[in-house]
């Protein structure tokens, strides 16, 4: 277990093949034959080190932690993607949950986000801020995810000296805390922000930034607000007024959320691309889904061919694969369409229009524009964002999602589902000009499969085919799918009294079909 590894004010843990621990991080990393203990603090090194750990756990950039860590979870469960393998020891893909895939999120957040977030903690708050503040950022970032896998999890207790039991907080009470200190970091960086922007102050995590801001740190607000807003609209269906406030506090904020392409949060680490075009076009073990060759493919959606390769097995076409079907034979499959996306986004302006979207069919104030205007600009910046031309067209089709069809086995088969346009009806009622807002959102946020499981669980949208086979013994309905992830069995064993005040937490047994707190079976929205 990571967690009963606290002691003292520290976390020992073993990370990256090194051991560390803040009780005697001096020790560790003071080099005798280098700088003095002042000079590092000058230079701010020891500050610095734990943000890189940070970056690459929010989502893993290797192929064989990230096939288990997301493409296993999010990304089948979404309806981005389906694997031709049928994975003798457990299948996630029909619904038969492998717990000894299903920790790896759990456990690499904790070890490389939570652990280092708190090292920076300890340095920097009150001393060097800034850091401070872009720590919180991205440890909610991280942890918001583990809360949408899991439910219940270890928040507030993270990091209680003299301690092995670390109690689990509900999801609610860790939203609460994830929009405190998103609200800590906006109110604090803002003003560093804008010293920066007068000039009168550099930024110092530039060197230690990866992603495309290069240290800026008014887009680090920014993206701050964008996730607020994310999250505010997730909690909609449990607390609409909290909901509301939150959405309307992001984007009210001085520095606003993403508004343009360069705004999109995208990693840009050395020598580095996305696993998941090696675990497709590499190892052959995700492809493309049959909902996305439903739903792109029934539209001509451009974006296509930035997405995707098209089949070696049918030259020129676009060819999904049926989530939760009986898999004889990799070979069958494995030439269908492979995954071709190269780089890692946390989070694109497009969400951001789709999110001020549904906000504005709420009735909230999210700026200028209409739900159309805003579901429009959210096409507009998800083509810029990918290169693609033909916006126009696109934007005034009402070509509907296609039938499915497997050329191996006919009783894999579908009728489309997902039966709206991308033409914006705006005599529709709310709940279905709801439905053409995520699903566009849905194809915008690829290949980010945890955002999109996420979405459709709080939204229903879009309408996926349901998995033929359902190897869960009844704890998972096949038309609503997976909701959440078991507990993880390295807390079961090190955190027992933890797993069970999680448990009294998630008011359902600890399965794959128990709901989460905003995940309620109510009127998605009003018409």
Known sequence: ????????????????????????????????????????????????????????????????????????????????????????????????????????????????????????????????????????????????????????????????????????????????????????????????????????????????????????????????????LRLAMRIVKVNPTEAKKQAELAVAQVFGVFATKADTFTLQPKNYSNPISDISQGWGDTKMSADMESIMGGYNDPRLSAFFLTSKQFPGEYKGIRTGIQIANKSDRQDFSSVNVKTTVWMTTAEVYFLRAEGKLRGWNMGSGTAQSLYEAGITQSFEQHGISGIATYLNSTSLPKDYVDPVAAGNNGTAVNLVPVKYNAAATNKVQLQQIITQKWIANFPEGQEAWSEYRRTGFPKLFPVLVNASAGTIDSNLGIRRVNFVDSEKAGNPQGVASGLLLLGGPDNGGTRLWWDKDAEIIAN
């Open 1 to 228: 277990m990571i967690l009963n590894k606290i002691k003292t004010t520290a976390i020992c843990i073993t990370l990256l093949s090194a051991i560390s621990c803040t009780s005697d991080f001096e020790s560790i990393n003071t080099n005798p034959e280098g700088a003095t203990n002042a000079q590092l603090e000058q230079d701010y090194n020891t500050i610095k080190a734990p943000f890189s750990p940070m970056f690459s756990n929010v989502i893993l950039l290797t192929a064989w932690p990230y096939q288990i860590f997301q493409n296993l979870q999010g990304d089948t469960w979404s309806g981005y993607m389906a694997t031709p393998t049928g994975f003798a020891n457990g299948n996630n893909p029909q619904y038969k949950l492998n717990n000894g895939w299903n920790n790896q999120a759990w456990e690499s957040v904790y070890r490389g986000v939570m652990s280092n977030a708190l090292k920076v903690k300890q340095q920097a708050e009150g001393k060097y801020d800034e850091f401070y503040y872009i720590s919180l950022i991205i440890k909610v970032q991280a942890m918001h995810r583990i809360a949408d896998i899991y439910g219940p999890c270890v928040y507030s207790t993270f990091g209680t000296p003299n301690t092995t039991v670390f109690l689990y907080d509900s999801q609610e009470k860790v939203y609460q805390q994830m929009f405190a200190e998103l609200d800590k970091a906006i109110t604090g960086l803002t003003p560093i922000a804008q010293a920066n922007i007068a000039g009168n102050k550099t930024s110092l995590f530039a060197s230690s930034d990866v992603s495309t801001y290069g240290g800026d740190y008014k887009q680090w607000v920014k993206y701050a607000n964008s996730l607020r």
